[in-house]
Structures are given as C-alpha cells and as structure tokens.
C-alpha cells in the first residue's frame, strides 16, 4: 500500500469516517425498489381467496404483504415471479413468519378458487390466491393502477390476458411501501424486505 | 449367417447410440443444429406449461425454429414474454432466428414453448417428448425433464 501523506492519515480520513457514519444514520434507507410511501392507497379489498373463503384486507393485518396480479393460464411470466418470491422467502428465513404473499387474479372467467388453490400452493404454502367478480378484480387493480386487458382469443378459445408486472408491498398497517415488478431479483426484494421488517419492528 | 450377424450388430449398436441421444437430447450427429438443458415446468390442473432449452447452432448458416410439437401434448407453441411499460405481456411468435454458429436459449422471462392440453396426466419427475422443426429441414427430438413448479431451472 503507497505511503499516504501524514496530514491526509491525520486529519481527513478520520473526518471523511465522521462523514460517512453521520450520512449512514441520517440518510433514508437504501431501497433497491421504489419506496411508494403516501403515493399508493392502503391494502384494500373484498375478495375470495383460493379456498373459497371470503378474505379482506383486515384478515392480513399484522403481516407484511406481498401483492402480485396474475393469471393461472400464465405459463412463463407469472409462475417465475411467484418463483422469485417464493425464493425471497426463503431468503427471509425465520423473518418471512409474518409475510404473506397475494396473487391476485385478473383472469377471474378461469380461475376458480380450485384451480388457483392448486396453482399458487405449487409455489409456496405462504401465498394467498385472490379471485372475485370482474367487477371485484377490476376495481381492485383501478385501486392499484394496475391495469390489465384481455389479448385476442386463439382459435382454440384460449387467450393471454397482460397484465401490470407490479409487485406491491405493504406494512403491517396495511400501507403501501414498497413498489417491484416482476423484473426485480430475489435478491433485491429480499434486501429491501429486511430492510422494512427491520423498521417495523 | 455372417450378414445377419453383422446386421445385429449394427442394429444393436444403432440402438444403444440411439439411447444414448435420447437421453442427452441431441439430435442425429448429421445435424446443424443442437438442444440442450432442457425442462418443462410443471403447472398443475392441466394448465398450459412452459418449455425452456438452449439451441444451438453449429453451421455456417442461419436457421429458424418454425415450429414444435410433441407427443405428449395437444399443441405447442413458441411464445415470448415481454416486459413494456409495467405490464407483462406474452405474444406468439413465428420463427426463433439462430445466427450462424449462435445460440438461443429458451428461458423463464423471455422465448419459451407453450404446451398445452396434455394428452395424459404429466407430473414432476416425468419426461416429455418434445420436437423442433428449423427451415432447414432439421427436426430434432428431445426429450425433457419436467420440473416442479418452483424449479429455477433444468436442475437446482
């Protein structure tokens, strides 16, 4: 290592030191996801979950939510986001005890609460398949700007529906924090959840 | 007798090389074109599954993937996923182009092969038999895992 001036050991490097403790501890939080905090309404909805029970937001209280929109007939974009998640939580380990995860269907015409049942437990027992009325799903993704359309149908009846990527998540309390989408890694998602269950603990 | 011996031989010998590509999924060595690491992600209730490979391609000249099939399921499609202005979106596509000497890989996120309606019950652990068709005239067998929904690849 080169011999550093003596006034440079003495005096600015003890000060830059100083500096970076005072920016580290003054300075928001590192979020590798957008931090949506008061620019996205509270996690709100009257839904059916993939057992049929009727679900609303109350009944996630307490827990860190992660909400993703999607579709069973998704072959490719859906089942590897609920695969990055599902690795987020085992990255979180013992602190993914309180997360929960929604997928939230704008494909309501096919997806039963059954076939959601089987689709979302093949991932992870931690997500919560939501499913409604079109009128329940549409206002629930207008709630988020989350905004979906059916493609044009295939000869064989079958057709894709796009949807918003996003991957919202909310505090305990229910308010929106945090906002991904299906292209962030596991890993950032996971670092920002720590991040955020260490705050709100 | 010493023609027919021979015969069995070859026959035999074809068999074995026959084995062995299958279970490597590599085409006949004549061939341009290659697949390999390939898997099938399982997805229960009978919903449409993706496919995922890596083709390569080994001569001096272009060639397009132009379709697919399979023994194993109704109909397969090549697909791809984007990902425009927060929304996923997923559109069918004609022909996959594999440069000269290039490769293209299938993968989660981007092109993939749509198979749907299988024609008996598929589950994790199982192999399907899968078919490439490139406008060169090349068709090549595969025969792929099939993975457990949360699988991140073809072996994790």
Redesign the interface.
């Known amino acids: 290592m080169p011999m550093m001036p003596s006034t440079l050991r003495r005096f600015l490097l003890p000060a830059l030191g100083a500096l970076l403790l005072a920016a580290c501890s003054h300075a928001p939080p590192s979020w590798q996801l957008n931090d949506v905090r008061g620019h996205l309404p509270d996690l709100q909805f009257h839904l059916t979950s993939d057992i049929g029970k009727p679900m609303t937001a109350a009944d996630f209280r307490g827990q860190h939510v992660i909400m993703y929109f999607g579709y069973t007939h998704c072959p490719d974009v859906c089942p590897l986001t609920l695969v990055h998640l599902h690795q987020v939580m085992q990255k979180l380990g013992a602190e993914a005890k309180d997360v929960r995860i929604l997928f939230v269907s704008v494909d309501p015409a096919r997806d039963t609460p059954q076939v959601l049942h089987q689709y979302v437990t093949a991932f992870d027992p931690r997500i919560v398949g939501l499913t409604g009325t079109p009128q329940e799903i549409t206002a629930m993704a207008k709630r988020y700007r989350a905004a979906f359309n059916e493609d044009a149908k295939q000869p064989n009846g079958g057709y894709e529906v796009s949807h918003s990527s996003g991957i919202y998540i909310f505090d305990p309390q229910g308010r929106a924090r945090l906002l991904g989408t299906s292209a962030d890694t596991p890993d950032e998602i996971a670092h920002d959840m720590k991040l955020l269950i260490g705050q709100d603990q | 007798m010493k023609l027919l011996g021979r015969t069995f031989v070859l026959a035999m010998f074809s068999l074995t090389a026959m084995t062995a590509f299958a279970a490597t999924a590599v085409s006949p060595a004549a061939n341009s074109v290659h697949v390999g690491n390939g898997w099938v992600?399982?997805?229960?209730?009978n919903?449409?599954?993706?496919g995922y490979a890596i083709i390569r391609n080994q001569g001096d000249k272009p060639v397009r993937l132009i379709g697919a099939d399979s023994a194993d399921y109704a109909?397969a499609m090549l697909?791809r996923?984007m990902?425009n202005n927060?929304?996923?979106?997923?559109e069918m596509v004609d022909a996959l182009g594999i440069p000269a000497h290039g490769v293209v890989q299938l993968a989660?996120?981007g092109y993939?092969l749509?198979?749907?309606?299988a024609r008996h019950p598929i589950k994790p652990g199982d192999t399907v038999h899968v078919s490439l068709h490139f406008d060169n005239g090349e068709t090549l067998q595969a025969a792929w895992p099939v993975r457990?929904?949360?699988?991140?690849g073809s072996s994790d």
Not at chain 2, 47 to 50: E, S
Request: charged share 15%.
């Open positions: 992600r399982w997805l229960p209730a919903l449409p599954a993706a109909m697909h996923s990902h927060g929304k996923d979106t997923m989660p996120g993939h749509m198979l749907m309606d457990p929904a949360n699988a991140s």
